[in-house]
């Protein structure tokens, strides 16, 4: 984001990074571990969103609006969700 003018959580980053790349909003995924620039940003402009609590102190007891959450660090449920083999677990 530092090569661009903007940069997360604003909504035109994302908008610039499906264009730059082609990407469809329905057929993208936004992946972090950063609530506010990787999730909200993200979900402004409509993108599904993974959520990984990766531990940080400013992760701790934060409501996260995100599509799929993985809470414990674990990546096969990562592969899960990402590749479709989606359980109530991960949802």
Not at 8 to 13: I, S
Not at 61 to 82: A, F, H, P
């Amino acid at each position: 984001s530092s090569d661009w003018e903007h940069q997360k959580p604003d909504p035109a980053f994302f908008e610039q990074l499906l264009l730059q790349y082609g990407l469809e909003k329905k057929e993208t995924i936004m992946i972090g571990n950063d609530p506010v620039s990787d999730i909200e940003g993200a979900r402004g402009v409509g993108l599904d969103c993974l959520f990984i609590n990766s531990g940080l102190p400013a992760q701790k007891d934060q409501v996260v609006n995100s599509t799929y959450c993985i809470s414990d660090g674990n990546m096969e449920q990562m592969k899960r969700i990402l590749l479709g083999s989606k359980t109530e677990e991960n949802i």
